[in-house]
């Protein structure tokens, strides 16, 4: 039996046939829609490496059917920028240093968008750390990520008010 | 000038765009086939029946092989010759590749390669310490002996005697990107293969044994991994070689990656090891004499063992004179996996060791720990200090290959058996000498120590903690402050060496190769640092590129922390035999000295005039002058007899000290790190971001090792914790709540890359002092010394609280 869907992958409309029910959505990513920007740590759902975004929350892309999001809005880390300008967590990240080997950070940025569109950790770094504490980075750059979440979370804040002033 | 400049890693926006690409990101041909290897269910034992016919017939199955279908080497061993690709019989431990499964997708690989019905004649698996001791079971012929003094009489006339043991654990590498490689066969037998390998030499090496070509015919390639740690070192090269063969054999693009259970079923990890210890100390506790048994479980191959416990010895010092000291180590053969490279690459288990006799001594003698440590510390360094001594006389070339076997890698670390001995040196007179004879003449721990000692408020803080215990019997505090003092350069002398390929463009673009990999420690910003100020250019006029064994070739793996030591040099020296000729032209144009011209800010500056680099690229070429060198550094003063444990196998030390306070919950055994204060010895830092972001991670690794990660095999062999899931890395919660690093900001006296110093590897053994400050709060809920063992799981403190308890 095959299953068709629909979905929105970084705004571009797919439609997908799978003939095996047990793809993952990482798997559609980096093996059907050539986007291998989005890492395979564990593919089991307990590195973060996977994360992306379905219709704006922040989920373990190896955890989830590609099957079960027909519809969905599905964001990557090739989707997060404009063109040639960096979302603000990207610019974050470059600006902190946030990795060493890299390996991790399509998720850590993935989760950190997800986390501040959450709005429960502000910017304390606390909270920052805990909400982070799903993304696991072997480099232990962690000092670099938690400053750059707390930056772009800051500027987003910042930009927010000053929008709706 | 661009060195030292604190710049973030290359290639940073690939990497939040999501555009860096590692070895499983590499588009790949249509028709590539997928590997997976079929592995053993027992720890020891033989095959008595194998049958693959389901496998054969599985889905998308395209060929499955044995070890008797291997056309030619059946080897992946960096060392010995004892590690088959796959097994032809014996099982050596629980995880072993028996066949191997190509396919047309990953998935149906690994499918298929679960349906083998495979029997087996089981026998005793020799596991523990005991098993392998009582079996006999080991490396080279006996326990290796360093012997410095009269141990025996100096630890029995002193006045005060321990005697202990510690054991700690083993560490997974879980660099997050899995191993993995692709090999494309060319035309007339060649093969291209990108592997996620720390060294490419010896992939290329392997491949071309296992293909049956030369190694002319296998070119290696990697740009980046996710991460190694050691891990990528030798355990690569397993897939590389399956790769090849099946490309070999089916014509087709062949990729292999493992899942992350199989990954660490299938590879070795850090080295366990039990210490025990007998030391003998005066009422100051200065030791007088003092002596390890060192005993390690290395798995059932050599691999890499033989250079790693001999590190441990090297370190079983630390930053300690030891007048008298024995060190025995037994490199023991278990039917596990077989344990590799792993960031200190024994240096940290050995000095752990002494770590922990200063520990003991101290409380023993009811002293402050950092008292004890300190009085054992070596001399401080003499300005100016003594000279080293000269470098032996090169060997003649026909010395060396006499004695080798051929086929012997003699790029890997692993090769000690085939190399000809280096002669040992003379300590000058009156300078202190490392157990194994190495004059410590760099010895700069007593300044750090003030240092970090007063920005970490140590003193106040240990009163203040005292009386909080005092006041608390539910939680309990504990602070140490410990050294690190690590050896740099390989102590295999021949791999001290590096070659670098440097082309300067018509249009002043430099395009830089060298023989290092980059594994996120930032190696090739660093070398592209220097290139661009070699020749005076802005960063981004260097083209950092992949590594390439058809570029540089006889490479060192990137390990022992050497990557920018050694190819620093190397690009450098490559660099300035084009700036020289640039110059000398431009000397003559001008009728000026080649000295006086300048190379700076994207500009020359000749006799008056002012060129751009790009002109005087441009310039060069239309007078016929080359535009490309080759570089090659090789470490100097090494001399160095592992045998008899005598000479200077290291060219200079790198320094660190940590300060790190824990609360302990003495209901639970649980416990946080509440601050940790770090002052690390950069040399004069290459690059301040890069370094401190070493430290810190290399610190929270090294806390990790010591702390939540544990390796648990059950009584059948089988590692029961193969997954994230069971085995606990630091998360982003777990770094300590107050974390201060800094540099240490002095130049190396040895003349390295800009007097930098090496970073990779030496920040690790940080992470020592939060073990110590959990002794130290376990101490405060009795008289008796908590001895406690590593990782210091929150059972393990538990059970510790509980013997300190229970022996008052
Ligand atoms: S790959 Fe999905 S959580 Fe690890
Ligand atoms: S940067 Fe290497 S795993 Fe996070």
């Given at each position: 039996?095959?299953?068709?869907?629909?979905?929105?992958?970084?705004?571009?409309?797919?439609?997908?046939?799978?003939?095996?029910?047990?793809?993952?959505?990482?798997?559609?990513?980096?093996?059907?829609?050539?986007?291998?920007?989005?890492?395979?740590?564990?593919?089991?759902?307990?590195?973060?490496?996977?994360?992306?975004?379905?219709?704006?929350?922040?989920?373990?892309?190896?955890?989830?059917?590609?099957?079960?999001?027909?519809?969905?809005?599905?964001?990557?880390?090739?989707?997060?920028?404009?063109?040639?300008?960096?979302?603000?967590?990207?610019?974050?990240?470059?600006?902190?240093?946030?990795?060493?080997?890299?390996?991790?950070?399509?998720?850590?940025?993935?989760?950190?968008?997800?986390?501040?569109?959450?709005?429960?950790?502000?910017?304390?770094?606390?909270?920052?750390?805990?909400?982070?504490?799903?993304?696991?980075?072997?480099?232990?750059?962690?000092?670099?990520?938690?400053?750059?979440?707390?930056?772009?979370?800051?500027?987003?804040?910042?930009?927010?008010?000053?929008?709706?002033? | 000038?661009?060195?030292?400049?604190?710049?973030?890693?290359?290639?940073?926006?690939?990497?939040?765009?999501?555009?860096?690409?590692?070895?499983?990101?590499?588009?790949?041909?249509?028709?590539?086939?997928?590997?997976?290897?079929?592995?053993?269910?027992?720890?020891?034992?033989?095959?008595?029946?194998?049958?693959?016919?389901?496998?054969?017939?599985?889905?998308?199955?395209?060929?499955?092989?044995?070890?008797?279908?291997?056309?030619?080497?059946?080897?992946?061993?960096?060392?010995?010759?004892?590690?088959?690709?796959?097994?032809?019989?014996?099982?050596?431990?629980?995880?072993?590749?028996?066949?191997?499964?190509?396919?047309?997708?990953?998935?149906?690989?690994?499918?298929?390669?679960?349906?083998?019905?495979?029997?087996?004649?089981?026998?005793?698996?020799?596991?523990?310490?005991?098993?392998?001791?009582?079996?006999?079971?080991?490396?080279?012929?006996?326990?290796?002996?360093?012997?410095?003094?009269?141990?025996?009489?100096?630890?029995?006339?002193?006045?005060?005697?321990?005697?202990?043991?510690?054991?700690?654990?083993?560490?997974?590498?879980?660099?997050?990107?899995?191993?993995?490689?692709?090999?494309?066969?060319?035309?007339?037998?060649?093969?291209?293969?990108?592997?996620?390998?720390?060294?490419?030499?010896?992939?290329?090496h392997k491949v071309a044994e296992a293909i049956g070509r030369p190694m002319h015919a296998v070119r290696v390639e990697i740009r980046r991994m996710g991460g190694g740690f050691g891990g990528k070192e030798s355990q690569g090269n397993a897939l590389a070689v399956a790769c090849a063969v099946a490309a070999r054999l089916t014509g087709k693009p062949c990729k292999m990656r493992y899942d992350r259970d199989d990954d660490m079923i299938i590879t070795g990890k850090r080295h366990d090891f039990r210490i025990d210890y007998r030391a003998g100390f005066d009422d100051a506790g200065r030791l007088a004499g003092v002596e390890f048994v060192q005993m390690t479980r290395c798995g059932w191959?050599?691999?890499?063992?033989?250079?790693?416990?001999?590190?441990?010895?090297?370190?079983?010092?630390?930053?300690?004179?030891?007048?008298?000291?024995?060190?025995?180590?037994?490199?023991?053969?278990?039917?596990?996996?077989?344990?590799?490279?792993?960031?200190?690459?024994?240096?940290?288990?050995?000095?752990?060791?002494?770590?922990?006799?200063?520990?003991?001594?101290?409380?023993?003698?009811?002293?402050?720990?950092?008292?004890?440590?300190?009085?054992?510390?070596?001399?401080?360094?003499?300005?100016?200090?003594?000279?080293?001594?000269?470098?032996?006389?090169?060997?003649?070339?026909?010395?060396?290959?006499?004695?080798?076997k051929s086929g012997e890698d003699l790029t890997s670390r692993g090769a000690v058996d085939d190399v000809p001995p280096g002669r040992a040196l003379q300590a000058p007179a009156g300078v202190q000498t490392t157990p194994y004879g190495q004059p410590v003449e760099d010895f700069i721990l007593h300044e750090m120590t003030d240092a970090l000692a007063a920005t970490a408020d140590y003193a106040t803080r240990r009163t203040g903690i005292a009386d909080l215990n005092a006041a608390n019997p539910v939680l309990k505090r504990g602070i140490a402050l410990t050294p690190v003092k690590f050896g740099i350069s390989f102590t295999l002398t021949h791999l001290n060496q590096a070659g670098a390929?440097?082309?300067?463009?018509?249009?002043?673009?430099?395009?830089?190769?060298?023989?290092?990999?980059?594994?996120?420690?930032?190696?090739?910003?660093?070398?592209?640092?220097?290139?661009?100020?070699?020749?005076?250019?802005?960063?981004?006029?260097?083209?950092?590129?992949?590594?390439?064994?058809?570029?540089?070739?006889?490479?060192?793996?990137?390990?022992?922390?050497?990557?920018?030591?050694?190819?620093?040099?190397?690009?450098?020296?490559?660099?300035?035999?084009?700036?020289?000729?640039?110059?000398?032209?431009?000397?003559?144009?001008?009728?000026?000295?080649?000295?006086?011209?300048?190379?700076?800010?994207?500009?020359?500056?000749?006799?008056?005039?002012?060129?751009?680099?790009?002109?005087?690229?441009?310039?060069?070429?239309?007078?016929?002058?080359?535009?490309?060198?080759?570089?090659?550094?090789?470490?100097?003063?090494?001399?160095?007899?592992?045998?008899?444990?005598?000479?200077?196998?290291?060219?200079?030390?790198?320094?660190?000290?940590?300060?790190?306070?824990?609360?302990?919950?003495?209901?639970?055994?649980?416990?946080?790190?509440?601050?940790?204060?770090?002052?690390?010895?950069?040399?004069?830092?290459?690059?301040?971001?890069?370094?401190?972001?070493?430290?810190?991670?290399?610190?929270?690794?090294?806390?990790?090792?010591?702390?939540?990660?544990?390796?648990?095999?059950?009584?059948?062999?089988?590692?029961?914790?193969?997954?994230?899931?069971?085995?606990?890395?630091?998360?982003?919660?777990?770094?300590?709540?107050?974390?201060?690093?800094?540099?240490?900001?002095?130049?190396n006296r040895e003349d390295t890359i800009y007097r930098s110093k090496a970073v990779g590897e030496p920040p690790f053994m940080l992470g020592i002092s939060v073990l110590m400050a959990l002794s130290d709060a376990i101490a405060a809920c009795g008289t008796t010394y908590p001895a406690l063992d590593a990782p210091a799981t929150p059972e393990r403190v538990l059970a510790a609280i509980q013997r300190v308890r229970d022996a008052d």
């Amino acid at each position: 039996m095959s299953y068709t869907i629909s979905l929105t992958v970084n705004g571009d409309r797919r439609d997908v046939t799978f003939e095996d029910a047990r793809v993952t959505l990482l798997d559609l990513l980096r093996e059907r829609l050539a986007l291998p920007g989005t890492k395979k740590g564990c593919d089991r759902g307990q590195c973060g490496a996977c994360t992306v975004l379905v219709d704006g929350r922040r989920i373990n892309s190896c955890l989830t059917l590609a099957v079960t999001l027909d519809g969905a809005d599905v964001t990557t880390i090739e989707g997060l920028a404009r063109g040639d300008v960096l979302h603000p967590v990207q610019a974050s990240f470059v600006e902190h240093d946030g990795f060493q080997c890299g390996y991790c950070t399509p998720g850590q940025i993935m989760s950190a968008v997800g986390l501040i569109a959450e709005g429960d950790v502000g910017t304390d770094p606390e909270r920052i750390r805990e909400g982070m504490s799903g993304n696991l980075c072997r480099c232990a750059a962690y000092h670099g990520i938690t400053e750059a979440v707390l930056d772009a979370a800051r500027r987003m804040t910042d930009d927010k008010t000053r929008k709706s002033a | 000038m661009t060195v030292a400049k604190p710049l973030p890693h290359d290639a940073a926006r690939l990497h939040v765009t999501g555009a860096a690409r590692y070895v499983d990101d590499i588009p790949t041909p249509t028709g590539t086939l997928h590997l997976a290897f079929g592995t053993a269910t027992i720890a020891a034992g033989r095959i008595t029946d194998l049958d693959l016919a389901p496998v054969r017939s599985a889905p998308g199955v395209i060929a499955v092989l044995q070890a008797r279908d291997l056309p030619f080497a059946n080897d992946v061993s960096p060392s010995a010759h004892d590690e088959p690709l796959l097994s032809g019989s014996t099982i050596h431990y629980l995880g072993q590749p028996i066949f191997l499964v190509v396919a047309t997708s990953h998935l149906a690989a690994r499918r298929a390669a679960k349906m083998a019905a495979i029997t087996y004649q089981k026998r005793d698996a020799i596991l523990s310490y005991e098993d392998a001791m009582e079996a006999d079971s080991r490396f080279e012929d006996g326990p290796r002996i360093w012997q410095k003094g009269d141990t025996d009489e100096a630890i029995d006339t002193a006045p005060h005697q321990i005697e202990g043991q510690i054991a700690m654990g083993g560490q997974e590498h879980f660099y997050l990107e899995g191993q993995a490689a692709l090999a494309l066969p060319g035309e007339d037998g060649d093969m291209l293969v990108h592997s996620s390998t720390q060294h490419p030499t010896e992939i290329q090496h392997k491949v071309a044994e296992a293909i049956g070509r030369p190694m002319h015919a296998v070119r290696v390639e990697i740009r980046r991994m996710g991460g190694g740690f050691g891990g990528k070192e030798s355990q690569g090269n397993a897939l590389a070689v399956a790769c090849a063969v099946a490309a070999r054999l089916t014509g087709k693009p062949c990729k292999m990656r493992y899942d992350r259970d199989d990954d660490m079923i299938i590879t070795g990890k850090r080295h366990d090891f039990r210490i025990d210890y007998r030391a003998g100390f005066d009422d100051a506790g200065r030791l007088a004499g003092v002596e390890f048994v060192q005993m390690t479980r290395c798995g059932w191959a050599q691999d890499l063992s033989i250079p790693v416990a001999d590190r441990a010895m090297l370190h079983a010092d630390n930053a300690y004179h030891l007048e008298h000291a024995r060190i025995e180590s037994h490199r023991l053969r278990t039917n596990t996996q077989s344990a590799t490279a792993f960031r200190g690459f024994g240096g940290p288990q050995g000095m752990l060791g002494i770590e922990r006799v200063m520990d003991h001594v101290a409380h023993t003698l009811g002293l402050d720990p950092l008292a004890v440590r300190r009085a054992n510390y070596y001399a401080p360094s003499v300005a100016g200090g003594l000279s080293a001594p000269h470098a032996a006389a090169p060997r003649p070339p026909e010395s060396i290959s006499g004695q080798m076997k051929s086929g012997e890698d003699l790029t890997s670390r692993g090769a000690v058996d085939d190399v000809p001995p280096g002669r040992a040196l003379q300590a000058p007179a009156g300078v202190q000498t490392t157990p194994y004879g190495q004059p410590v003449e760099d010895f700069i721990l007593h300044e750090m120590t003030d240092a970090l000692a007063a920005t970490a408020d140590y003193a106040t803080r240990r009163t203040g903690i005292a009386d909080l215990n005092a006041a608390n019997p539910v939680l309990k505090r504990g602070i140490a402050l410990t050294p690190v003092k690590f050896g740099i350069s390989f102590t295999l002398t021949h791999l001290n060496q590096a070659g670098a390929l440097v082309h300067v463009y018509q249009d002043g673009s430099i395009h830089m190769n060298h023989g290092g990999t980059e594994m996120g420690q930032g190696l090739f910003q660093k070398v592209a640092q220097v290139a661009a100020s070699r020749f005076g250019v802005p960063l981004d006029a260097v083209k950092i590129t992949a590594t390439d064994t058809a570029k540089v070739p006889n490479t060192s793996a990137t390990a022992a922390s050497s990557g920018s030591d050694l190819n620093g040099m190397a690009v450098k020296a490559a660099c300035d035999t084009i700036r020289d000729r640039m110059a000398d032209l431009l000397a003559e144009i001008h009728q000026t000295d080649a000295a006086a011209i300048r190379f700076e800010a994207g500009e020359v500056h000749a006799g008056g005039k002012t060129y751009t680099f790009a002109q005087v690229a441009t310039l060069a070429y239309e007078n016929r002058i080359s535009l490309s060198a080759t570089g090659f550094y090789k470490t100097p003063k090494l001399e160095w007899d592992r045998i008899r444990g005598q000479g200077r196998p290291f060219f200079y030390f790198a320094y660190g000290a940590a300060c790190s306070e824990v609360v302990v919950d003495t209901l639970t055994g649980e416990y946080r790190i509440l601050r940790t204060d770090i002052l690390h010895d950069a040399g004069a830092s290459l690059n301040p971001a890069l370094d401190i972001g070493q430290v810190e991670g290399g610190f929270v690794q090294g806390a990790g090792w010591l702390t939540t990660e544990e390796l648990v095999w059950d009584e059948d062999g089988a590692l029961r914790t193969h997954a994230p899931s069971t085995y606990k890395i630091p998360a982003c919660s777990d770094r300590p709540a107050v974390f201060n690093v800094a540099l240490w900001d002095a130049e190396n006296r040895e003349d390295t890359i800009y007097r930098s110093k090496a970073v990779g590897e030496p920040p690790f053994m940080l992470g020592i002092s939060v073990l110590m400050a959990l002794s130290d709060a376990i101490a405060a809920c009795g008289t008796t010394y908590p001895a406690l063992d590593a990782p210091a799981t929150p059972e393990r403190v538990l059970a510790a609280i509980q013997r300190v308890r229970d022996a008052d």
